[in-house]
Nanobody
Framework: EVQLVESGGGSVQAGGSLRLSCAAS????????IGWIRRAPGKEREGVSC????????YYADSVKGRFTISNDNAKNTVYLQMNNLKPEDTAVYYC?????????????????WGQGTQVTVSS
């Protein structure tokens, strides 16, 4: 069974940076896509970013473009989300999301499997 372990959340002031990590294990797919979905209190969940190992496609929500960068280390099956210039509206629980097999991030963030989530809090 697919397991996703997130780390790197925390509390920062506006303008600060955090890096989230998601380590995936327990899958047998040659290809996969991993992304990040966030959920803030009282708001709809939002697909934040995605990266695909099958076609190297990436996706960023308009709200984070230019501030967040997703990258992957295929040897470690780990994906990173570097978040710079954080804003209070970025405050949310961030969930790592996974889909096995060929997947293009042109379709947005995958959501077959979710991690346990990590809290990101940005104060003004």
């Amino acid at each position: 069974e697919v397991q996703l372990v997130e780390s790197g959340g925390g509390s920062v002031q506006a303008g600060g940076s955090l890096r989230l990590s998601c380590a995936a294990s327990g899958f047998i797919f040659d290809d996969y896509a991993i992304g990040w979905i966030r959920r803030a209190p009282g708001k709809e969940r939002e697909g934040v970013s995605c990266i695909s190992s099958s076609d190297d496609s990436t996706y960023y929500a308009d709200s984070v473009k230019g501030r967040f960068t997703i990258s992957n280390d295929n040897a470690k099956n780990t994906v990173y989300l570097q978040m710079n210039n954080l804003k209070p509206e970025d405050t949310a629980v961030y969930y790592c999301a996974f889909e096995g097999g060929p997947y293009s991030c042109d379709y947005g963030v995958p959501s077959d499997y979710w991690g346990q989530g990590t809290q990101v809090t940005v104060s003004s």
